[in-house]
T-cell receptor
Framework: NAGVMQNPRHLVRRRGQEARLRCSPM?????VYWYRQLPEEGLKFMVY????????ESGMPKERFSAEFPKEGPSILRIQQVVRGDSAAYFC??????????????FGQGTRLTVV | DQQVKQNSPSLSVQEGRISILNCDYT??????FLWYKKYPAEGPTFLIS???IKDKNEDGRFTVFLNKSAKHLSLHIVPSQPGDSAVYFC?????????????WGAGTKLIIKP
């Protein structure tokens, strides 16, 4: 049973380009969470999705950021027109129930985005 | 506004001794707390948790203590082993609507010296 898979592991984008981060949850998990970690800081919640639904996006910046979790395929975190401040590690986690803020959630290895 | 604080960025402990990692929180609505461990270039992995109705939870070498009146929790690792060297994150859970959101501390880097 493969764990949470994120790709790419490292992504370099020039300012103004788009970044697409992918997350395949563990088999049987239909709840996905995205977190961002800035240098020297803890993880910050961004968005919680179930299949085809955004449940909680209270941590998402209002502009340029979007997320989806389609019926088929991985969850995608999309950042349009990236700026240097978007440089961070982005982690995806999945859980079998909607209790990812209550019980153990399983994390991927993260995508390190560098904006140059 | 940091609701969960881990005031020690790093901690160095001799192998075999006790490691104590601390975490303070400000929001009295938090009712569930989790500790995660993170190695470099990997995602966090769950370690141990505690509900606010308890003051202690133990799992092998790991024990978490919760002091609700002080809004403080701590993770004890006894005895400390070289493989325990990692960054430890404290996270607190509060209900937001129909969802539970995790608020994370900035982490403490634990270094176990041989």
């Amino acid at each position: 049973n493969a764990g949470v898979m994120q790709n790419p592991r490292h992504l370099v984008r020039r300012r103004g380009q788009e970044a697409r981060l992918r997350c395949s949850p563990m088999k049987g998990h239909s709840h996905v969470y995205w977190y961002r970690q800035l240098p020297e800081e803890g993880l910050k919640f961004m968005v919680y999705l179930q299949k085809e639904n955004i449940i909680d996006e209270s941590g998402m910046p209002k502009e340029r950021f979007s997320a989806e979790f389609p019926k088929e395929g991985p969850s995608i975190l999309r950042i349009q027109q990236v700026v240097r401040g978007d440089s961070a590690a982005y982690f995806c986690a999945s859980s079998p129930t909607g209790q990812g803020g209550r019980t153990e959630a399983f994390f991927g290895q993260g995508t390190r985005l560098t904006v140059v | 506004d940091q609701q969960v604080k881990q005031n020690s960025p790093s901690l160095s402990v001799q192998e075999g001794r006790i490691s104590i990692l601390n975490c303070d929180y400000t929001n009295s609505m938090f009712d569930y707390f989790l500790w995660y461990k993170k190695y470099p270039a990997e995602g966090p992995t769950f370690l141990i948790s505690i509900s606010s109705i308890k003051d202690k939870n133990e799992d092998g070498r790991f024990t978490v203590f919760l002091n609700k009146s002080a809004k403080h929790l701590s993770l004890h690792i006894v005895p400390s082993q070289p493989g325990d060297s990692a960054v430890y994150f404290c996270a607190a859970s509060a209900r937001t609507g129909s969802n539970y959101q995790l608020i994370w501390g900035a982490g403490t880097k634990l270094i176990i010296k041989p």
